[in-house]
């Protein structure tokens, strides 16, 4: 243990392996400091482990009703957080409901950063016309306010899982594709590019294999940030009852149910709420710390 | 020794006239952009509105009538050009709801969106700066990390439980503010038939008629929804706050305004906060627009009868001409404050005018 | 009776990896001459400049035996009293006007504002005051200087609002930290004179803080050599092409002279002793 702290920490690396393993060690120990940044990969990573032992921890089914045991107040033996208007568990839902929350982030930030990245690093690399016209579009996309958009779109697309996360992809684009053209620019009229473009390599390889890379940090930190705002959007539309349809056990959803019994039984709209809360401050925590971390320029110190 | 020569004469306004033609340009081109995206929307909507005009029992001939005089007949690029020329007129269609015009709709709603996000802004504004100030100038503090954590909080909170656990708290509990709607009904009739409307923000109205009792129900009313939005918004600009003085506070002339013996007080307010502001405008006038979208949320759970509401009511009509006027309106509101800003950018900041 | 009296000055800087001393116990004192101080960049000879007007913030730390002001102890002088001091008696020219002077408040502002907050001056004194000191650094129409804005003005006429703006006052002691390295070449030496002059009409204390050993040589009347936060050497201006410390010697040795060898530009020596001497 000591031995590979040395040698990760060792100011005169041997290999550049062993100098990259060491800056990620540095960054690490530097998180490691930041408590609230640590706060969050905790809470990120319950988000995780919850949702993937879900059927194992959950005490109840979420979807069985028991009318007999209709809104249990919190601290009811057998459901600790209570139950809801059909009797059901909601700490069971809520630890069911991580999988649906994780299922929408995952399918967002593999969608619109894709896209972003594209359109960012093609207008960045052409420049001319082409720049100008998609980032003209970008920011049409930026001038439409995202909730609003993306509930025009599922409007149109009808409710359900798959077209909130299509309706939020198409609104969380636009900033990834700036944060992509900017990097693309500095990157461009780089003697290394000039290499391979003389080298014979086409636009698509270079962009593909020498841009792309370049642009992933800053478009990575952006998606840990951007995640808490997808989940809040989804959660709204859920709460609007044009997300995921019930009888699933999505968190916004579940607080719209809530909302007829608020000032009674005010458990069944206030535990949902707080499972939103607590996952998105932990991605907010945490994609404040990398920042902090990866991002020299904008740190407390 | 030769004098150097003194700058040019500094004419402020022609290339500011330019300016603003050229975001007037920007702006026409976004505008035609976003009747693009509606328009682009409104027809692929699987609904037929002809269907939904006439029923499900109308003959075939009927239903032609019907979708000639839509002007469904017609070309898409020439529907397209007629949506954009009525719009830019100021017809946004017709509601399939109610049968009225979408604009006159929506201006009778958009006052109460108006007045909820423009009191959110101002009670953002008001804590979030001096906020961001303290925790800018002693970084790492106590108080420091109270601003960071309570900012984090307000960005991870969804608005519309927020506005849940505020009415259960402050309304049902404590009974400190009064409940979801604008006004109690009893001020509501006054306000509607003894009082003149002249802004349709409540508000200002009654102070203009000097109604204070009707003026004092509105703020109890009102309290509640725009201090959350105000909290949000208050997150966003602290944290900005905090960014932008930390940024400047590092810069040299700061510390020729300390050489000068300035007291601390004139370092941070005058000559840090004039820099501050260049970029701070910006972030005003973005959250603004980000409390007028995040007040769709709020107004379904404060029965604020506002954009917000009238949107989400439509949307569960399958009323889509009111939707997207709404949509076009919200997103011509959001292009014009950008434009806002960036005149006023440029007065601010002198570097921005040359 | 010397104007400025430091004794084992100290510098810290309480960083993540530890504290580091960017001044390690400098000594001098200053009479109403021209003192340089030479050194390569991170050298503290800035951080000693800074360190007298105490305008050293949070995370760094400024400690010392002795550091005295015409009588008046630096050390645990309270904030009032510095601010008393600074602008008033103590003034300090940075290296670049395009970060030294405010973007966004007009040179009039700039110069004005000591004397109308300070001094209680009308506003039409003030601008009149404002307008003699900038006639002084021979800035032509004054006038509508004070209506521009920095960035309207070139690296030398920054430079010299901002040696105006630090002489409005009249102060005992100027602090010139690298005040021509941003500017043209022969900007330069207009501006030094400038500065020269004024320096030697006012009789004031000069501290000119400069990486350019053949400028100090010629401007200054002492010069203090420092390395790593040490002063290495003190020697009187005029000797200063005859010094004798190695690194003195190998500073000297880089710079290229006409008609001299025209080989690779040697390497500074830094094996001696006094490379480590000082450390914590």
């Not at chain 1, 461009?188 to 270079?206: E, F, K, N, V, W």
């Not at chain 2, 349709?200 to 004092?216: K, S």
């Not at chain 3, 050390?75 to 940075?94: P, Q, S």
């Not at chain 3, 010629?218 to 050599?225: E, G, S, T, W």
Request: overall charge neutral; proline content about 6%; hydrophobic content about 50%.
């Amino acid at each position: 243990m000591t031995a590979l702290r040395s040698w990760l920490s060792d100011p005169n690396p041997a290999s550049r392996r062993q100098a990259r393993l060491g800056q990620a060690w540095l960054a690490w120990q530097r998180i490691r400091r930041n408590r609230l940044a640590m706060a969050g990969l905790v809470i990120v990573g319950i988000l995780l482990v919850v949702a993937a032992l879900a059927p194992w921890i959950a005490p109840h089914d979420p979807l069985t009703q028991d009318l007999s045991r209709r809104l249990l107040p919190p601290g009811t033996p057998g459901n600790l957080l209570g139950t809801d208007d059909f009797g059901r568990d909601i700490l069971s839902r809520i630890i069911h409901g991580a999988r649906i929350t994780l299922y929408i982030i995952a399918l967002v930030a593999v969608t619109a950063p894709v896209l972003g990245l594209l359109i960012g690093t093609v207008a960045g690399y052409f420049g001319g016309w082409i720049d100008a016209t998609l980032m003209r579009l970008t920011d049409i996309f930026l001038a439409f306010p995202r909730l609003i958009l993306a509930l025009a779109l599922v409007a149109v697309l009808g409710p359900g899982i798959e077209n909130a996360v299509l309706a939020i992809a198409l609104t969380a684009w636009p900033p990834y594709a700036r944060v992509a053209r900017a990097e693309t620019l500095t990157v461009r009229s780089s003697d290394y590019i000039a290499a391979i473009r003389l080298q014979g390599a086409s636009a698509p390889r270079i962009i593909a294999g020498h841009v792309v890379p370049m642009c992933l940090p800053s478009v990575i930190i952006r998606v840990t940030l951007d995640m808490a705002g997808v989940i809040l959007i989804a959660a709204g539309l859920g709460f609007l009852g044009l997300g995921v349809l019930p009888p699933a056990p999505e968190w916004g959803l579940m607080i719209s149910t809530g909302r007829k019994y608020l000032f009674e039984q005010w458990w069944v709209a206030t535990m949902p709420g707080l499972a939103i809360f607590i996952v998105s401050l932990g991605f907010n925590l945490l994609g404040d710390g990398l920042r902090d971390v990866l991002d020299p320029r904008s740190s407390s110190r | 020794m030769t004098a150097l020569p003194a700058p040019p004469p500094r004419s402020r306004l022609l290339p500011f006239l330019g300016q603003i033609a050229l975001g007037i340009g920007t702006l026409a081109i976004t505008l035609l952009g976003l009747l693009l995206i509606t328009f682009i929307i409104a027809r692929v909507v699987p609904t037929d509105p002809v269907l939904s005009i006439v029923g499900e029992r109308a003959t075939e001939a009927q239903m032609e009538a019907i979708r000639v005089k839509l002007g469904l007949d017609l070309p898409l690029w020439q529907q397209f050009f007629i949506y954009v020329r009525d719009a830019l007129q100021g017809d946004l269609g017709t509601s399939i709801r109610t049968g009225q015009s979408v604009t006159a709709e929506i201006a009778r709603y958009f006052p109460a969106t108006l007045e909820l996000a423009t009191l959110g802004t101002i009670f953002g504004t008001l804590v979030g700066v001096p906020a961001g100030v303290l925790a800018a100038t002693r970084p790492g503090s106590i108080a420091d990390q109270i601003v960071r954590v309570v900012g984090l909080m307000g960005y991870s909170m969804p608005v519309f439980w927020l506005g849940l656990i505020g009415l259960l708290v402050f309304y049902g509990k404590l009974d400190w503010v009064s409940g979801p709607g604008r006004l109690d009904p009893t001020y509501d009739m006054m306000m509607q038939f003894t009082l003149t409307s002249y802004t349709g923000m409540i508000l200002i109205d009654a102070a203009l008629n000097g109604a204070w009792d009707v003026f004092a129900n509105a703020i109890s009313h009102i309290i509640l929804p725009a201090g959350l939005l105000g909290y949000v918004s208050m997150a966003y600009i602290s944290r900005m706050t905090r960014s932008f003085m930390m940024n400047e506070l590092g810069q040299e002339y700061i510390t020729t305004a300390r050489v000068k013996g300035m007291p601390e007080w004139r370092v941070i307010w005058v000559h840090a906060m004039k820099n501050v502001l260049v970029p701070l405008i910006t972030v005003i006038a973005l959250s603004y627009a980000y409390l007028l979208e995040g007040s769709v949320l709020t107004e379904t759970i404060f029965a604020w009868p506002g954009l917000g509401s009238y949107i989400t009511d439509a949307l569960f009509a399958a009323d889509m001409p009111a939707v997207l006027g709404g949509t076009v309106v919200v997103g011509v509101v959001f292009v014009t404050l950008n434009m806002a800003s960036d005149i006023l950018y440029r007065l601010v900041d002198p570097r921005a005018r040359a | 009776m010397s104007l400025l009296e430091v004794k084992n000055l100290r510098v810290t800087f309480d960083t993540e990896t530890g504290p580091v001393q960017a001044v390690r116990g400098v000594s001098f004192s200053l009479g109403h001459e021209r003192l340089g101080i030479v050194g390569e960049s991170g050298s503290g000879k800035t951080m000693t400049g800074r360190a007298v007007l105490r305008l050293i913030r949070p995370p760094g730390r400024v400690d010392a035996d002795v550091m005295t002001f015409d009588g008046q102890d630096l050390l645990n002088a309270t904030e009032r009293e510095m601010r008393a001091l600074r602008g008033k008696r103590i003034g300090m020219v940075m290296q670049d006007p395009k970060y030294s002077l405010n973007p966004v408040m007009t040179v009039g502002r700039q110069l004005t504002e000591g004397l109308r907050l300070r001094d209680k001056l009308g506003r039409a004194d003030a601008t009149a005051k404002a307008i003699a000191a900038l006639d002084a650094v021979q800035i032509r129409d004054p006038a509508r200087v004070m209506e521009a804005y920095p960035h309207e003005l070139s690296g030398g006429m920054g430079q010299r609002v901002m040696i105006a703006m630090m002489l409005i006052p009249e102060p005992d002691l100027l602090i010139a930290d690298e005040p021509t390295s941003a500017l043209d070449v022969t900007v330069q030496a207009e501006v030094l004179s400038i500065l020269d002059g004024l320096v030697r009409d006012r009789g004031m204390g000069l501290i000119f803080i400069s990486h350019d050993l053949r400028l100090v040589a010629r401007f200054c009347d002492r010069v203090l050599v420092m390395h790593k936060g040490v002063v290495v050497e003190e020697v009187a201006a005029a000797n200063l092409l005859e010094a004798k410390h190695p690194y003195t010697r190998g500073l000297l040795n880089c710079l290229p002279r006409i008609g001299g060898p025209r080989g690779p530009l040697p390497g500074l020596d830094r094996s001696g002793a006094w490379a480590t001497e000082g450390a914590p």
